[in-house]
């Protein structure tokens, strides 16, 4: 039965489950650091039979239990089996982590673009396409998933590296005196364009290897979060505010030089992740607080002990990140806060 199997499995995982007075599903809870996780597990009769008032007065039980033991900190996935998942999801669409655990074709089905559960979803797909003989698992007995790309993060990288062949082709001279940011051709040419087109062009291979390897990384991330057309707008926002905060520091300290490359809006992506990633209560994917802040931290410490590199555009290029992270981004399926009740819940 998928009960036993997912229990076992589960317990793989360091989850243990937790004898509480809910009697229909299953709950199993896993401490780590300062916060716990918490499934909750329902099996298909349950699900079949359940109402979003049963499944909410359940989620009420479970948080009174942990409230009771003093852990406010919980993460919350909720696990049904079902043979109709469009049907199951009825009880359940007010509430974030939802997962459909499809008995018809072995797999888990996630609306609406919900998150990864610290890393559950992939070997739980693969435990549903063994058990299910699915035609898709492979003989090695690991199932086959294909990896999400970010179409407009991929356009991004490649758009980068056939610009800076082609300016190799043509000649240095169409980097900086065509499309490079200077505050001449922008002020007096009135060469607005150069706001984006400078976000295209890079100094030689180094430079634009650091840039596309953090771009890939970041910003896949960050298109997964935003959806295609806000992640565009946040990184062409942050690159052209970049370069504005880059020419209005030279204009005051009186000095001309050219910009070029796309660490200014990669720095606005940088800063949208840190501020999803707060929201998100210190997770988003594989990413920590601690490590979006050390990334920055680092980034902006090698920039200001370069030479060469213009830290206006990257200090400018966060803060738009940050302001338009804020203004962009609303987290998904936020759900409903339940409030704190003292004393035993009764179903």
Same mark, same amino acid.
């Given at each position: 039965?998928?009960?036993?199997?997912?229990?076992?499995?589960?317990?793989?995982?360091?989850?243990?489950?937790?004898?509480?007075?809910?009697?229909?599903?299953?709950?199993?809870?896993?401490?780590?650091?300062?916060?716990?996780?918490?499934?909750?597990?329902?099996?298909?009769?349950?699900?079949?039979?359940?109402?979003?008032?049963?499944?909410?007065?359940?989620?009420?039980?479970?948080?009174?239990?942990?409230?009771?033991?003093?852990?406010?900190?919980?993460?919350?996935?909720?696990?049904?089996?079902?043979?109709?998942?469009?049907?199951?999801?009825?009880?359940?669409?007010?509430?974030?982590?939802?997962?459909?655990?499809?008995?018809?074709?072995?797999?888990?089905?996630?609306?609406?673009?919900?998150?990864?559960?610290?890393?559950?979803?992939?070997?739980?797909?693969?435990?549903?396409?063994?058990?299910?003989?699915?035609?898709?698992?492979?003989?090695?007995?690991?199932?086959?998933?294909?990896?999400?790309?970010?179409?407009?993060?991929?356009?991004?990288?490649?758009?980068?590296?056939?610009?800076?062949?082609?300016? @190799?082709?043509? *000649?240095?001279? $169409?980097?900086?005196?065509? !499309?490079?940011?200077? %505050?001449?051709? +922008?002020?007096? &040419? #009135?060469?607005?364009?150069?706001?984006?087109?400078?976000?295209?062009?890079?100094a030689g291979?180094?430079?634009?290897?650091?840039?596309?390897?953090?771009?890939?990384?970041?910003?896949?991330?960050?298109?997964?979060?935003?959806?295609?057309?806000?992640?565009?707008?946040?990184?062409?926002?942050?690159?052209?505010?970049?370069?504005?905060?880059?020419?209005?520091?030279?204009?005051?300290?009186?000095r001309y030089?050219?910009?070029? @490359?796309?660490? *200014?809006?990669? $720095?606005?992506?940088?800063? !949208?992740?840190?501020? %999803?990633?707060? +929201?998100?209560? &210190? #997770?988003?994917?594989?990413?920590?607080?601690?490590?979006?802040?050390?990334?920055?931290?680092?980034?902006?410490?090698?920039?200001?002990?370069?030479?060469?590199?213009?830290?206006?555009?990257?200090?400018g290029g966060?803060?738009?990140?940050?302001?338009?992270?804020?203004?962009?981004?609303?987290?998904?399926?936020?759900?409903?806060?339940?409030?704190?009740?003292?004393?035993?819940?009764?179903?």
């Open positions: 039965m998928l009960e036993q199997e997912l229990d076992m499995f589960l317990r793989k995982k360091d989850y243990q489950r937790l004898m509480l007075n809910v009697q229909e599903p299953r709950v199993y809870e896993r401490k780590a650091e300062e916060r716990c996780r918490v499934i909750i597990y329902y099996p298909e009769d349950v699900a079949r039979q359940l109402s979003p008032e049963r499944q909410a007065n359940i989620i009420r039980q479970v948080r009174q239990y942990f409230y009771d033991i003093g852990q406010t900190r919980l993460d919350f996935l909720n696990l049904v089996e079902t043979k109709n998942p469009a049907g199951a999801r009825a009880a359940f669409g007010i509430y974030d982590n939802v997962w459909f655990l499809d008995r018809q074709t072995g797999r888990v089905i996630l609306y609406e673009g919900q998150e990864d559960f610290f890393g559950l979803r992939a070997p739980l797909e693969d435990l549903m396409y063994l058990r299910m003989g699915n035609p898709r698992a492979p003989e090695s007995g690991v199932g086959k998933r294909r990896v999400a790309v970010s179409p407009c993060n991929t356009v991004l990288v490649t758009v980068n590296i056939v610009v800076f062949l082609l300016c @190799g082709i043509r *000649g240095t001279w $169409f980097l900086l005196e065509r !499309a490079a940011l200077g %505050i001449t051709e +922008v002020l007096d &040419g #009135r060469e607005y364009y150069r706001l984006v087109t400078y976000m295209f062009l890079h291979i180094d430079h634009l290897f650091n840039n596309m390897l953090l771009l890939w990384f970041l910003g896949d991330n960050l298109e997964k979060q935003l959806g295609h057309i806000k992640y565009l707008i946040l990184y062409f926002m942050s690159g052209i505010l970049a370069g504005l905060a880059s020419m209005s520091y030279n204009i005051s300290i009186s030089i050219v910009c070029v @490359g796309a660490s *200014g809006a990669i $720095f606005g992506v940088a800063g !949208a992740l840190a501020v %999803i990633v707060l +929201v998100n209560r &210190g #997770r988003v994917e594989n990413l920590t607080t601690r490590q979006m802040l050390l990334f920055i931290a680092l980034s902006l410490y090698g920039g200001f002990t370069s030479q060469g590199v213009d830290n206006a555009a990257h200090v966060l803060l738009a990140g940050v302001l338009l992270g804020l203004l962009l981004y609303r987290k998904k399926n936020a759900g409903v806060h339940l409030r704190r009740k003292r004393g035993k819940i009764e179903s």
